[in-house]
């Protein structure tokens, strides 16, 4: 009897992501990013003009200068409760950081204004 292996879709993985009700963006419709410190970015999204602020598991003080970043996830989607990594090129240099948690934020100066009271 030969053992088979099903490799779930990144449709079927999408759903496992929206049933568990993570807070979620689609990586190619980012239309605008600002790194806020080492470890936050902010994201703005052609979807819905929907804004989020991303906290990385770890420091990042290369993103900070960085001339491009890239959000890579293998659902193609960021989302808190999903492998999801910030990638950056700062002089020609490539890294990346974990994404730890992503947040919902109404625009820059919220997700400044959280990050200055403590909050994430």
Partial sequence: MLATTACATI???RERVAA???TCYTINAVRY???LDEQHVYVETD???DRFLIRTISRCPAMLSAQ???FHSETRMVCSGTVSRVAYRR???PGYC???D???VNALHDARWLLSNGGM
């Fill in 11 to 13: 449709e079927e993985k």
């Fill in 33 to 35: 990013w600002e790194a």
């Fill in 20 to 22: 568990k009700g993570d």
């Fill in 98 to 100: 974990t994404v730890n």
């Fill in 91 to 93: 002089a020609g240099l």
């Fill in 102 to 104: 992503i947040q919902r």
């Fill in 68 to 70: 491009r970043v890239e």
């Fill in 47 to 49: 979807v819905a003009d």
